[in-house]
DNA sequence: TCACAGTGACTTTTT
DNA sequence: GTCACTGTGA
């Protein structure tokens, strides 16, 4: 394509975005003003017009589902982009890792272990604790590492107060070592630690990348930040593109900051606002822009709407979810009469927990729809037994596979016999001169020890895994294919030896690039045997298949069936080591992946978590459960309250042309039907800009009337009246006074306080000896001043 | 070592 | 209402 072509269709902020260079550069984009665009076409133009090499540039993404996306866009403008490195951060930490395994101190065939995984070894690391508490530790550790913090970093205390911690977290890194495998934090810890400490890898990095991009910025850990800096040498382009309204991580470590100081960090940075909107009507960008105001931490940025006038948004009061379920398969079957494919509607919730409902509804009625994410396909028992198979495969060191597969399906192994084999290994490992002694070694080698049952089930295991070791070696006989190991060490060589340090052009011999750009199984030939074919033999051999085969007839499941969908979706790799290693990286990078079905039908609404969204757009969005408790959820306040309201922010943006809010009045919950008080970010859009259907709460009637009253309610726009609205609530619920609640009754105002984020905030003592804290904003249907 | 039954806890959001 | 964990008995 013609580089002009491509440049016209910009504005004049994209377009200087897209030519800018010299410089750090931050592009502030708000919601659908065409980030992906400005990416893709920088890509694009850094090839065709200022020569660099497709394979010095790095852009890494959150999901894979927008690496994907952007890497077919960026190809379409410029082909020669399929050599760029367009990856998840995950999986170019895995890339880096697989590269540099020996120096990071892991197995080159390391697997990633999930956060079950890493529940169970710290209940192995730490003695005596209860799987909660195990948790609990895990998902600290998981917290220390996207903030970069190893055992011995005395800032820990930040995350876990626990004087414990330290050495939990500490024995639980020696067994993960031990293992050979990683978690899901360090695929970036580890990386970073490895560049900071290695100035050879740090100069070979700096080397092959020249430009690195970062999407969806605001939504990077500081581990991630770390890896950003670490990869940035002397002469790299660093270009981020993210958007503050747009935070919904930081539960997982994400850290506004990094966007909010990226100025500073990177020190001469030039910042460029897109704030076109491209994809909505101007009516939901309203209503997003008057929500998202409310909040007080943020850069601020106003959208324009480009589209112009369109329908006004809807708010549906529904009495319980199943009326829900029925008007969303109501409004889409009406579209649908009308010619609107069932793919333009999208059913957004809070917790993955609520698909349920409208999975029902659109089986009944023949609604074709596809679930993103929620099934967990990888996490179900039977597929989790069978990728254990292949972990312990290429990494026999992996004890948390072995314990899940050596006595899967009865092998006279218990829980005693298992423990006496892994402290056993661990024993002839700290012994050994060598080192990386493993579990399959220290099994043959315990054979003779065990009962006459456990012996025979021993030698089976055994077998199983020597046959498969040679089905998988055996297999590779294609001269080229070079192990990824033998590439990388070449790539690393020749960077060492002096290669120029080069910009541009195509100086890096092909295999360096081959080696960079393998992101791909390679093709398959006619002859060669799948990867598919192994797993299909491992799975029958190990009598895995028979186990689950018979609970699928006690039980009615379908084991068996995902068993197979498993084994098909390996099809397209080599069955050798790579292959199969490469199989295991994305499965394990890519949770969200929808489940490998045949039937999912090419028009089909999507079921979605608000959060999944991100990056996403649908012509017509059903935004559901907007009760309180649901969304928000009740424990958020200040900051987490903020992040909610992004989280609606980001819901609202995804709709084109039609936004429809479903709140109901019960909702069932534990088996149990539960009043609903409706969502307090309804109490947010001005009745003006959202049509109301269905039966109004005594809440929302009131909010109108006051809305009306205060001169909002008859077209005046959101925002600016949250100051005033602040004060006459603080002149009302005044420290003394006595209140009525319809849950708890009488009450007195003990304290009143304004939270961080300027929530007036009342405690109650009640009459009952309950004491408790509310938001009197929020509580208009339910607590009332008594004269 | 394993199967079963009773009990308790449970719903964020995800790479 | 569901699932996972625990303790008991075979």
Redesign the pocket.
């Known amino acids: 394509m013609d580089s002009y072509e491509y440049l016209s269709v910009l504005n004049p902020e994209q377009m200087a975005a897209v030519v800018h260079e010299g410089s750090p550069l931050l592009i502030l984009a708000g919601a659908g003003s065409g980030k992906t665009r400005v990416i893709t076409t920088k890509i694009a133009y850094l090839i065709a017009e200022q020569g660099y090499r497709p394979s010095s540039i790095l852009a890494v993404t959150?999901?894979?589902?927008a690496a994907r996306e952007m890497q077919e866009r960026a190809q379409l403008l410029e082909s020669q982009a399929a050599r760029s490195q367009i990856r998840?951060?995950?999986?170019f930490g895995s890339w880096f890792l697989r590269i540099h395994a020996e120096e990071a101190g892991i197995d080159k065939n390391f697997t990633v272990y999930?956060?079950d995984d890493m529940v169970t070894l710290v209940m192995k690391a730490v003695p005596n604790i209860?799987?909660?508490q195990a948790s609990t530790i895990a998902h600290k550790i998981?917290m220390a590492k996207?903030y970069c913090m190893t055992p011995d970093d005395p800032n820990l205390i930040q995350i876990e107060s626990d004087a414990e911690f330290p050495e939990q977290y500490a024995a639980y890194e020696e067994r993960l070592r031990a293992t050979g495998n990683v978690d899901?934090?360090d695929?970036?810890m580890l990386p970073v630690l490895l560049l900071q400490n290695n100035e050879s890898v740090r100069n070979h990095m700096h080397k092959i990348f020249k430009v690195i991009m970062v999407d969806e910025y605001q939504d990077s850990n500081v581990a991630q930040f770390k890896l950003l800096k670490a990869l940035t040498g002397p002469d790299t382009y660093v270009c981020v593109v993210g958007d503050d309204d747009q935070s919904?991580?930081s539960?997982?470590g994400a850290e506004v900051q990094n966007i909010l100081d990226f100025e500073k960090e990177f020190p001469g940075t030039q910042v460029i606002k897109l704030e076109r909107n491209y994809r909505s009507v101007a009516p939901v960008l309203s209503i997003a822009d008057g929500v998202v105001k409310r909040n007080k931490k943020r850069l601020g940025k106003t959208l324009v709407s480009v589209r112009g006038d369109g329908k006004k948004p809807k708010l549906v009061f529904l009495s319980n979810q199943d009326d829900e379920a029925a008007f969303a398969a109501e409004m889409i079957l009406q579209s649908h009469g009308k010619g609107v494919p069932y793919s333009d509607w999208a059913i957004l919730y809070?917790?993955?927990?609520?698909s349920l409902g409208f999975e029902t509804e659109f089986l009944h009625r023949k609604i074709p729809y596809s679930v993103?994410?929620?099934l967990k396909f990888y996490e179900r028992?039977e597929v989790k037994d069978a990728l254990a198979y292949l972990a312990f495969l290429v990494n026999p060191r992996d004890e948390i596979a072995f314990r899940r597969i050596v006595?899967k399906p009865?092998?006279?192994?218990?829980?005693?016999?298992?423990e006496k084999l892994v402290t056993r290994a661990r024993e002839e490992n700290e012994n050994s001169l060598v080192g990386q002694v493993n579990l399959l070694d220290t099994c043959r080698g315990e054979v003779g020890s065990l009962s006459k049952?456990?012996k025979e089930g021993m030698k089976a295991f055994i077998d199983l895994f020597d046959t498969m070791i040679q089905t998988l070696t055996s297999a590779e006989t294609r001269d080229d294919n070079t192990p990824i190991e033998q590439l990388a060490e070449d790539a690393r060589e020749a960077v060492k030896d002096g290669e120029p340090n080069v910009v541009s052009g195509d100086e890096l011999p092909d295999w360096v690039t081959e080696a960079m750009a393998a992101s791909e199984p390679a093709p398959l030939g006619e002859s060669d045997k799948r990867l598919s074919d192994v797993i299909e033999k491992m799975i029958k051999d190990s009598g895995l298949l028979e186990l689950h085969q018979s609970q699928d007839e006690i039980s009615g499941t379908q084991r068996v069936f995902n068993l197979q969908e498993l084994v098909n979706s390996a099809s397209m790799y080599p069955a050798n080591v790579d292959g199969l290693l490469e199989f295991l990286d994305h499965i394990e990078?890519?949770?969200?992946l929808e489940t490998p079905d045949d039937e999912t039908p090419s028009d089909a609404v999507t079921l979605?978590?608000?959060?999944?969204t991100k990056g996403l757009e649908y012509p017509r969005v059903i935004i559901t459960g907007m009760e309180y408790g649901v969304f928000p959820?009740r424990?958020?306040v200040d900051t987490?309250l903020e992040?909610?309201r992004r989280?609606f922010y980001v819901g609202i943006t995804r709709a084109r042309d039609e936004l429809y809010l479903t709140s109901c009045a019960y909702r069932?919950?534990?088996?149990?039907t539960e009043d609903q008080e409706i969502s307090p970010f309804l109490l947010e859009i001005a009745p003006s800009e959202i049509d109301v259907l269905g039966t109004k709460p005594t809440a929302y009637k009131r909010f109108e009337r006051q809305q009306a009253a205060s001169g909002n309610g008859g077209g005046g726009g959101p925002g600016g009246e949250a100051l005033v609205e602040q004060d006459g609530l603080a002149s009302r619920w005044k420290k003394g006074r006595t209140v009525y609640h319809d849950d708890y009754g009488h009450g007195v105002i003990l304290f009143t306080d304004t939270t961080e984020s300027g929530e007036y905030v009342i405690d109650v003592q009640f009459e009952t000896g309950t004491r408790k804290k509310f938001l009197p904003k929020y509580q208009a249907n339910r607590l009332m001043l008594e004269m």
């Open positions: 959150f999901t894979k589902k998840t951060f995950h999986s999930d956060d209860a799987k909660k998981s996207d899901f934090g695929l970036i919904i991580y539960f997982r809070r917790t993955n927990a609520q993103v994410g929620s028992e006595n009865p092998r006279g192994i218990g829980g005693v016999t298992q049952k456990a990078l890519d949770r969200t979605i978590t608000l959060h999944n959820r424990d958020k987490e992040e909610e989280l069932r919950m534990y088996g149990r």
